[in-house]
């Protein structure tokens, strides 16, 4: 298997990790994919231009990081990352909603600060700073939820992620007056899989 990423993508990130946590490193090949460039040759293997990517063996691929973890799940070692749900216990998928909304609104500030500075949107820019702001007062009281302090799962991955990822895209460290998130960041810091897939520095 084949695993196209970029090492900016939080969203990579989260199934770069997921390889290293279920022991699958001599089962798939990461690839880093040149992406936003018209004429990159990753654009023949997937057409959407998105990572991660998942080449399958059988010439079948899976596009999006949870889909891609949830692959990883079932043919790996240890504990599944997606947690099951069912319709008397929705606290998994609404963390996991939770920490994805936070990601991606991370997602929308970072591409925004990156443009160049006449192209940027300073009210895109503010929207997006004062939500930040909102959803880490959120995490503040939901982070001692039992699926954020167990076992590693995905929604746990996911905010991780956006932490590392906001700091990387924007300079901001949503953690300081948050001390409950403060410690589980630090506790989470030592694992492995984290520590062997931190993003570079300020883009």
Not at 22 to 39: F, G, N
Not at 116 to 140: C, D
Not at 182 to 198: N, Y
């Amino acid at each position: 298997m084949k695993l196209h990423v970029t090492l900016t993508s939080p969203y990579a990130r989260m199934t770069r990790a997921a390889i290293i946590e279920h022991d699958l490193q001599d089962q798939v090949e990461v690839l880093i994919a040149k992406t936003r460039q018209s004429d990159s040759p990753y654009y023949e293997i997937a057409p959407s231009g998105r990572v991660p990517f998942l080449e399958l063996d059988d010439s079948r691929s899976l596009e999006e990081s949870d889909i891609i973890c949830a692959y990883f799940d079932n043919i790996g070692k240890g504990p599944p990352l997606m947690r099951a749900m069912d319709l008397n216990n929705w606290e998994y998928g609404r963390l996991h909603a939770l920490a994805r909304t936070y990601i991606d609104g991370i997602g929308v500030w970072g591409r925004e600060v990156r443009r160049p500075e006449g192209e940027q949107s300073p009210g895109i820019v503010a929207h997006e700073r004062a939500r930040n702001v909102r959803l880490a007062n959120v995490w503040e009281r939901e982070i001692g939820h039992p699926l954020m302090q167990g076992e590693l799962n995905l929604a746990q991955l996911t905010l991780y992620c956006a932490f590392d990822s906001l700091i990387m895209y924007t300079g901001v460290e949503a953690t300081p007056e948050h001390p409950n998130l403060q410690a589980w960041r630090a506790r989470l810091s030592e694992r492995p899989s984290l520590m062997a897939t931190l993003p570079p520095a300020r883009t």
